[in-house]
Nanobody, 123 residues
Framework: QVQLVESGGGLVQAGGSLRLSCAASGRNTSRYAMGWFRQAPGKEREFVAH????????GYADSVKGRFTISRDNAKNTVYLQMNSLKPEDTAVYSCAASRGPLSTTRGDYAYWGQGTQVTVSS
């Protein structure tokens, strides 16, 4: 069992930055691949970024590539999402998720989810 708690969301102007954190607790959390997903009002939850258990591999949605960076600190059991050059269309609830399998962009491959943190980008 893995518990995930996100933090760092808030209100920011377009062009600004935020750093989200996802604190993991439970057994062997460092063995999980981790992902960030987001869900905007009226839309389905979509993949944002993922990182392998050792941090050696990462992947991004085309919409955030070059602006967002995912990283992890296994000593602190924490995964981060650095978001730069934010746009109004980045407004959503951002959730982190954990998977025992290989890197995936598919929601169903992630067994554990956090409650999410709201990110609002004003124009």
């Amino acid at each position: 069992q893995v518990q995930l708690v996100e933090s760092g969301g808030g209100l920011v102007q377009a062009g600004g930055s935020l750093r989200l954190s996802c604190a993991a607790s439970g057994r062997n959390t460092s063995r999980y691949a981790m992902g960030w997903f987001r869900q905007a009002p009226g839309k389905e939850r979509e993949f944002v970024a993922h990182i392998s258990s050792d941090g050696g591999s990462t992947g991004y949605a085309d919409s955030v590539k070059g602006r967002f960076t995912i990283s992890r600190d296994n000593a602190k059991n924490t995964v981060y999402l650095q978001m730069n050059s934010l746009k109004p269309e980045d407004t959503a609830v951002y959730s982190c998720a954990a998977s025992r399998g290989p890197l995936s962009t598919t929601r169903g491959d992630y067994a554990y989810w956090g409650q999410g943190t709201q990110v609002t980008v004003s124009s």
